[in-house]
């Protein structure tokens, strides 16, 4: 099994920076991509960024310029950098790991239990 443990997340005004963090830990793990996602009130989760073992990027729309993923695969971590943050940008955020569990011998997505981004205008 996989945990993730959040941080980061709280309030800002408009123009603002937050930093949301993603901690994985267990044992007999091997993590692939990680990820970050979001949940606006009334509204789908949506996929916000993604970055693969490999280093490589992928980014909703919506947040391309603005926001920046990152990880630290020695920590098992992986980390949103958030700037000129919007009104619309307000959401709980989630961090999700795909991994593959040598307990499980299998590959399952992760969650973490959400973080709350609030920007005021």
């Known amino acids: 099994q996989v945990q993730l443990m959040e941080s980061g997340g709280g309030w800002v005004q408009a123009g603002g920076s937050l930093r949301l963090s993603c901690a994985a830990s267990?044992?007999?793990?091997?993590?692939?991509?990680m990820g970050w996602y979001r949940q606006a009130p009334g509204k789908q989760r949506e996929l916000v960024a993604t970055?693969?073992?490999?280093?490589?990027?992928n980014y909703v729309g919506s947040v391309k310029g603005r926001f920046t993923i990152s990880r630290d695969s020695a920590k098992n971590t992986v980390y949103l950098q958030m700037n000129s943050l919007k009104p619309e940008d307000t959401a709980v955020y989630y961090c999700?790991?795909?991994?593959?569990?040598?307990?499980?011998?299998?590959?399952?997505?992760?969650w973490g239990q959400g973080t709350q981004v609030t920007v005021s205008s």
């Open positions: 999700v790991a795909n991994a593959f569990s040598s307990t499980l011998l299998r590959r399952d997505d992760y």
């Open positions: 267990g044992s007999r793990f091997t993590i692939n991509a």
């Open positions: 970055i693969t073992n490999a280093e490589r990027t």
